[in-house]
């Protein structure tokens, strides 16, 4: 079936660190791609989002390109801050109506000042 | 706010015990999924439904059921609560092509 593979957890950079965390994706034909975050105590938001090849998502500062021929999707931030820790979750849904999310098993990520 | 709602927030429970988990939505989203979150393996989904009066099985039903009887709500129970249960619980929506909404979680303790 469908899977998202991301980089194991914990990421731990230094403030304005340039941030990469990898999401590489298996899908039998061309997914929707998400990255959510997760802060402490709270539910998932959506962060970014890209339904074709070559698409960027961006929100924040983060970027994200749909890359059909690598199937990947890396999140990047060029200067992270201390407000950005918390957990990423990649995420894919095929673009037929109700398939669901199926998500990755999140990268957690701490910015120490 | 408009948006999607969990009750309860936190809960233990004893081994054996039922319980009944209640997501609520206000924005007429057709779609409405529960998914659990353990340490190391993200979200899984457990059940979803695609409209009122159905219901679908996800990669981990097992000891779980759900029902739709209303389109803005979407309960998820237990009958017979076991220790592998405890878990955070999340439930989302989303009207069709659109992005989903996370309510803010059930921690459920199952001792």
């Known amino acids: 079936g469908d899977s998202v593979t991301q980089m194991e957890g914990p990421v731990t950079l230094s403030e304005e660190a340039f941030l990469t965390i990898n999401c590489t994706y298996t899908?039998?034909?061309?997914?929707?791609l998400f990255w959510y975050v997760q802060y402490p105590g709270e539910g998932l938001q959506l962060l970014l989002k890209?339904?074709?090849?070559?698409d960027k998502g961006s929100n924040k500062g983060f970027e994200a390109t749909y890359r059909k021929e690598t199937t990947s999707f890396h999140l990047e931030k060029g200067s992270v801050q201390v407000s950005d820790s918390a957990v990423y979750f990649c995420?894919?849904?095929?673009?037929?109506?109700?398939?669901?999310?199926?998500f990755g098993k999140g990268t957690r990520l701490s910015v120490i000042a | 706010n408009a948006g999607v709602t969990q009750t309860p927030k936190f809960r233990v429970l004893k081994t054996g015990q039922s319980m009944t988990l209640l997501c609520a939505q206000d924005?007429?989203?057709?779609?409405m999924y529960w998914y659990r979150q353990d340490p190391g393996m993200g979200l899984r989904l457990i059940h979803y439904?695609?409209?009122?009066?159905?219901?679908a099985k996800g990669e981990v039903p097992d000891g779980y059921n759900v029902s739709r009887l209303k389109k803005q709500n979407f309960l998820l129970g237990l009958e017979s609560a076991a220790p592998s249960q405890t878990s955070v619980y999340f439930c989302?929506?989303?009207?069709?092509?659109?992005?989903?909404?996370f309510g803010s979680g059930t921690r459920l303790t199952v001792v």
């Open positions: 890209a339904t074709k090849a070559d």
């Open positions: 989302a929506s989303r009207r069709g092509g659109a992005g989903y909404t």
């Open positions: 924005m007429n989203h057709e779609y």
């Open positions: 995420a894919l849904t095929m673009n037929s109506g109700n398939t669901p999310l199926v």
């Open positions: 899908a039998t034909g061309y997914p929707s």
């Open positions: 439904s695609v409209g009122e009066g159905t219901t």
